[in-house]
T-cell receptor
Framework: GAGVSQSPSNKVTEKGKDVELRCDPI?????LYWYRQSLGQGLEFLIY????????KSGLPSDRFSAERTGGSVSTLTIQRTQQEDSAVYLC???????????????FGPGTRLTVL | QKEVEQDPGPLSVPEGAIVSLNCTYS??????FMWYRQYSRKGPELLMY????GNKEDGRFTAQVDKSSKYISLFIRDSQPSDSATYLC??????????????FGKGTLLTVNP
């Protein structure tokens, strides 16, 4: 079956512009996660959704970052007034169930490579 | 000090070699330990996971967890050029905010030369 998909695969933008990154999770997966992978920094957790609710936004770096999820499916990560330090690969993952379900594999999408000039 | 430390390498080995990758961590609440493989320009894919301490084997791959030392390892036997990738360790706890949030090492870039 189809895996996690993300769009666009690459995005180049100018400093100060807003960008929207999209994630389509695996069908039926209730939990969705966003991570950021910066050069030399590894993957960092940004936000977690259970259904359409985001009980944990603790990893969002600033109030310029926001995310939403609709219909328990597609999620959009929005970065306003982009800065050069926002340049990174933004990865989305989904899992079948939420916390407390034992091992709960997170399946990752291919990521969106964001470059802020 | 980061919660999870992983030598970024790069690591270059000849085909057929045994590869040893490892991570150390500081958070004693971590209970699930995972190894992901990430090919260039792709998302990470889960290779193996281990709950608590112990060993787990899957084909040419063996994962070891030593919670007393806060040290985890991944061994690759008879390494192949197709194993060339970045290997990421990841871990999480079982309670509260740590039971879904994966904490990753920076990844080790491995190249297996034919």
């Amino acid at each position: 079956g189809a895996g996690v998909s993300q769009s666009p695969s690459n995005k180049v933008t100018e400093k100060g512009k807003d960008v929207e990154l999209r994630c389509d999770p695996i069908s039926g997966h209730t939990a969705l996660y966003w991570y950021r992978q910066s050069l030399g920094q590894g993957l960092e957790f940004l936000i977690y959704f259970q259904g359409n609710s985001a009980p944990d936004k603790s990893g969002l770096p600033s109030d310029r970052f926001s995310a939403e999820r609709t219909g328990g499916s597609v999620s959009t990560l929005t970065i306003q007034r982009t800065q050069q330090e926002d340049s990174a690969v933004y990865l989305c993952a989904s899992s079948l169930a939420g916390p407390g379900a034992g091992h709960n594999e997170q399946f990752f999408g291919p990521g969106t490579r964001l470059t802020v000039l | 000090q980061k919660e999870v430390e992983q030598d970024p390498g790069p690591l270059s080995v000849p085909e057929g070699a045994i590869v040893s990758l490892n991570c150390t961590y500081s958070n004693s609440a971590f209970q699930y330990f995972m190894w992901y493989r990430q090919y260039s320009r792709k998302g990470p894919e889960l290779l193996m996971y281990t709950y608590s301490s112990g060993n787990k084997e899957d084909g040419r791959f063996t994962a070891q967890v030593d919670k007393s030392s806060k040290y985890i390892s991944l061994f690759i036997r008879d390494s192949q050029p197709s194993d060339s990738a970045t290997y990421l360790c990841a871990m999480r706890g079982m309670r509260g905010g740590s039971n879904y949030k994966l904490t990753f090492g920076k990844g080790t870039l491995l190249t297996v030369n034919p």
